[in-house]
T-cell receptor, first 115, second 111 residues
Framework: GDSVTQMEGPVTLSEEAFLTINCTYT??????LFWYVQYPGEGLQLLLK?????DKGSNKGFEATYRKETTSFHLEKGSVQVSDSAVYFC??????????????FGQGTILTVHP | DVKVTQSSRYLVKRTGEKVFLECVQD?????MFWYRQDPGLGLRLIYF???????EKGDIPEGYSVSREKKERFSLILESASTNQTSMYLC??????????FGSGTRLTVV
């Protein structure tokens, strides 16, 4: 079945540091890929997405590129801020077949940014 | 913007109680989902529904049931709550496989 693996966390960085959170996936067909963010006490918000190979999703300074050859969708940001402290989830959705587009999530990565 | 509203942010229930978690969406989405979130495990799908009165089991349906009598409302039912069902529950709706919106979550504690 489909699966998503994220890098082990938690991740602790100083403000303005470079961020990478690794994500790899296993899926049949041609999945869409997502990064969601969960701020303390809140639900999940879509951060960015990519629907086909070589697409780059971007939002709020975060970027991720859909790499079919390496089955990866790593999240990057050049300079993190304290306000980026949150839990980040990588996810995939296979809109085809009979799965009705249900999301499969990675285990989440806790990011803490210190001033 | 699509809104997904979960009726309670926090619930405390006793072991053996029947528990109802309610979720309402306002954008006529066909698909609705219930996930459970636990630290280190990410989100795991409990049940989903792709139409009124239709439901499909997700990855961890044991101990849960669902009801979808109207398109906008999707209820998760814990038939007899147990302490291992203490968790954060998240509802979501989507149009097709792309446009997901999540509710704010219900943190359920079973004592």
């Amino acid at each position: 079945g489909d699966s998503v693996t994220q890098m082990e966390g938690p991740v602790t960085l100083s403000e303005e540091a470079f961020l990478t959170i690794n994500c790899t996936y296993t899926a049949t067909g041609y999945p869409s890929l997502f990064w969601y963010v969960q701020y303390p006490g809140e639900g999940l918000q879509l951060l960015l997405k990519a629907t086909k190979a070589d697409d780059k999703g971007s939002n709020k300074g975060f970027e991720a590129t859909y790499r079919k050859e390496t089955t990866s969708f790593h999240l990057e940001k050049g300079s993190v801020q304290v306000s980026d402290s949150a839990v980040y989830f990588c996810a995939l959705s296979d809109p085809g077949g009979t799965s009705y587009g249900k999301l499969t999530f990675g285990q989440g990565t806790i990011l803490t940014v210190h001033p | 913007d699509v809104k997904v509203t979960q009726s309670s942010r926090y619930l405390v229930k006793r072991t053996g109680e029947k528990v109802f978690l309610e979720c309402v969406q306002d954008m006529d989405h066909e698909n609705m989902f219930w996930y459970r979130q636990d630290p280190g495990l990410g989100l795991r799908l409990i049940y989903f529904s792709y139409d009124v009165k239709m439901k499909e089991k997700g990855d961890i349906p044991e101990g849960y049931s669902v009801s979808r009598e109207k398109k906008e409302r999707f209820s998760l039912i814990l038939e007899s709550a147990s302490t291992n069902q203490t968790s954060m529950y998240l509802c979501a709706s989507s149009f097709g496989g792309i446009g997901y919106t999540f509710g704010s979550g219900t943190r359920l504690t079973v004592v």
